[in-house]
């Protein structure tokens, strides 16, 4: 056991030291990063200039929603995670508060039930594209600040009726 022990120690410490000096021997001497001075890019061309900033929208999760679509033999769920995509405004802080996610998640489960009928929900997939865009259309007279409807998390279940 000692002699294993001291034959792996001993692999372990050549290699290791084999290895740092092919290492500084295969590098050689160049110049380190910190030691140029950058005057080659002190033109006009935008450097060092601090890039322009982007206005993203954030998403705002209002929360799951489910919509039942009764059928004669049997009722379909459709469950869905939404957010809304919006940029920073008080109306995202409204949607962030628990009365305002209460109000778009009502609103997004009647536009999703008028829309129950109709072969986006009904059919074997559902395309959230053209799903997003109905609900966004719904949502537009209320909520202008609301640039799309996201689904995070969107299933459908058919449950036998019993």
Not at 7 to 12: H, Y
Not at 79 to 93: C, F, H, K, R
Not at 107 to 134: F, R, T, Y
Request: aromatic share 6%.
């Amino acid at each position: 056991m000692k002699k294993t022990l001291g034959i792996l120690l001993g692999t372990v410490m050549v290699f290791s030291s084999a290895g740092f000096a092919a290492g500084t021997f295969l590098i050689g001497n160049g110049t380190p990063a910190h030691a140029s001075t950058g005057q080659e890019t002190a033109s006009g061309d935008g450097h060092g200039e601090p890039a322009p900033k982007k206005t993203e929208n954030l998403v705002v999760e209002v929360g799951r929603v489910m919509v039942p679509i009764y059928k004669a033999r049997s009722i379909t769920y459709v469950v869905a995670q939404v957010g809304l995509s919006m940029p920073e405004s008080e109306e995202a802080d409204f949607f962030r508060s628990e009365q305002g996610a209460t109000q778009v998640r009502n609103d997004i489960i009647s536009s999703m039930m008028h829309l129950a009928e109709s072969p986006i929900l009904n059919g074997p997939d559902i395309d959230s594209d053209k799903l997003s865009g109905h609900v966004l259309a719904a949502l537009e007279e209320d909520y202008q600040d609301v640039e799309d409807v996201l689904f995070i998390s969107l299933t459908k279940r058919d449950v036998a009726r019993g």
